[in-house]
């Protein structure tokens, strides 16, 4: 069966300062992959996918991911953190095939802070 | 804003209750799924319809049961009613079968007391 770690619970960094979240997964095929963010109170937004291709993936928001099949990771960058950033950030894979359905399966989230 | 619809926002019952939670898809979308979101179990996955069919389920309760009508809202009911089923549930809607590319619903907030 498919899973999704996500190693760090809490990062905290200071505006303006690069930032890398961490997605590990676990999945016999050829993986979809997908972040997305959680503001307070807010659903969630798709930042971005990895689909095939391009293992570099760009997203809303100033944010771009690196598929590595050989880590079997898919990392959430930004160059710069606004203030506006904090959020809850969650890295998914896609699972089922054809008429198997198209689920998701979560990892257990990364909480950002941003210092002023 | 994704387009997804849900109602009520927030829903507080009593234990051994019975509730209904609504969603409408994206206009145009075929598939909705339902995830719950809680503290102590994260975002899981629920149950998936598409075009009005089962598609795929996931960690739902036999308490629990879901439907897609013909004008593509789905609707999850949630009977006898624990504490423990206090949680966010989301709803979110693809455009086709085969896409695992879903845009979520704002969220209900269900309170069991």
């Known amino acids: 069966a498919q899973s999704v770690t996500q190693p760090d619970i809490h990062i905290t960094v200071s505006e303006g300062a690069s930032l890398e979240l961490r997605c590990n997964y676990s999945?016999?095929?050829?993986?979809?992959l997908f972040w997305y963010v959680q503001s307070p109170g807010q659903g969630l937004q798709l930042l971005l996918k990895y689909f095939s291709g391009d293992t570099l993936v760009q997203g809303i928001k100033g944010f771009e991911a690196e598929f590595k099949r050989s880590q079997s990771s898919f990392n959430l960058r930004k160059p710069s953190v606004h203030w506006s950033d904090a959020a809850e950030y969650f890295c998914?894979?896609?699972?089922?095939?054809?008429?198997?359905?198209?689920?998701?399966?979560f990892g257990g989230g990364t909480r950002l802070m941003v210092k002023p | 804003d994704s387009g997804v619809t849900q109602t009520p926002k927030h829903l507080i019952t009593a234990t051994g209750q019975r509730v209904t939670l609504r969603c409408s898809p994206r206009?145009?979308?075929?598939?909705v799924y339902w995830y719950q979101q809680s503290l102590d179990q994260g975002l899981q996955f629920l149950i998936q319809?598409?075009?009005?069919?089962?598609?795929a389920k996931g960690n739902i309760l036999e308490r629990f049961s879901a439907q897609q009508f013909p004008d593509l809202h789905s609707e999850l009911n949630l009977s006898s009613l624990e504490l423990g089923d206090s949680a966010l549930y989301f709803c979110?809607?693809?455009?086709?079968?085969?896409?695992?590319?879903?845009?979520f619903g704002p969220g209900t907030r269900l309170t069991v007391t």
């Open positions: 998914a894979v896609g699972a089922g095939r054809g008429n198997a359905g198209n689920m998701l399966t």
């Open positions: 999945y016999g095929a050829t993986p979809y």
């Open positions: 319809y598409y075009n009005g069919e089962e598609r």
């Open positions: 206009s145009g979308d075929l598939s």
């Open positions: 979110a809607s693809s455009s086709r079968q085969g896409t695992y590319e879903q845009y």
